[in-house]
């Protein structure tokens, strides 16, 4: 009875090991850090590029406001 307790326990030193030794690897590896680092960079290209975006559409709506639109409705009129 003793001898088949002792080789529970040395079973599950062993597995608890094991566990650990995976755990120990995985958060050594390094391997989803460039994943990481890509998907921060592309989310800073898109939030960047839509400022552009909204700044330029700021400065040339008016202008085309002020200028195209009003010589096409001029070319459609029937005045």
Do not use: Q, W, Y
Not at 25 to 33: I, P, Q, T, Y
Not at 39 to 51: D, K, S, Y
């Amino acid at each position: 009875m003793e001898e088949k307790l002792m080789k529970m326990v040395v079973k599950a030193n062993l597995g608890c090991l094991k566990a650990r030794s995976r755990v120990e690897k995985k958060l050594r590896d390094n391997s989803g850090a460039a994943f990481v680092d890509t998907l921060i960079g592309i989310l800073i290209v898109v939030v960047i590029g839509a400022a552009i975006l909204t700044a330029l559409r700021g400065f040339i709506v008016p202008f085309l406001e002020d200028t195209l639109f009003v010589k096409i409705k001029e070319m459609f009129s029937s005045d």
